[in-house]
Structures are given as C-alpha cells and as structure tokens.
C-alpha cells in the first residue's frame, strides 16, 4: 500500500497569467510602501532628536538612493492599481444611476494630481 496523494505544488503559479503576476506584484509593493513608511519617521525621528545630520548622512549613501527609488516606483505603482481598483470596489449611484467606473478612476486620479501639484508647490517654492 502507497502513502496518501501528495498533490504537487506549483510555487511560480502567478506566472501563468498576467493578471496574478500582476496581483503579486502589487501584493509584494506594500513591503515597499513600508518601507517609505519606516523611512519617513526615521526622519521626523532624526528632526525631533536632532540627529539629522546623520540621518542626511545616511541617506546620501549610494545604496540608500537606489533603495528609496525602488521604493518610490513602487509606491507609484501600488498607488496607480490602488486607484485604478477602486470603481470595482466602490459603487456610486445618483438618483438611480450608476456612476461609470471612468469617472470614478479619472476623480481618483485627478484627486491625486492635485494633491500632489499642492504638495509640489509647498515644498518646492523658495522659501
């Protein structure tokens, strides 16, 4: 007598479709959303301490760069299908009629760009 079925697993089964593959990688981009998280009270942090000096020092390492701009095109992406999700999840209606999902990705992402023409001009106007 044999043992019970094993039934053989497929770990790269979100490579066979292009959505899964998709799923994964946005699901893997939240360790990057994090990580900006961490980086960001590293640095309120090192203001309120008065340890920014080395914060600044540490930050200008060159893998420091390389991994907040992974973690920048990340955050975009997670961002972008975040946005793009969201008529799927949200059902919109006035008086009786369903609001397309166009309209709600093109508010979503036009809400985006405000905010972040706004957070431009703040932190990048001469003081």
Known sequence: MTGAYVPRRDRLWFTRSRRYALFVLRELTSVFVAWAVAYLLLMIAALAGGGYDGFVALARQPW???????????????????????????????????????????GNHSAWLLVSAILAYVVLRSP
């Open 64 to 106: 420091m760069i390389a991994v907040n701009g992974v973690a920048l095109a990340a955050t975009g992406f997670h961002a972008l299908t975040f946005l793009n999700l969201a008529p799927k999840a949200t059902v919109v209606r006035l008086d009786g009629w369903r609001v397309p999902a166009w309209m709600i990705q093109g």
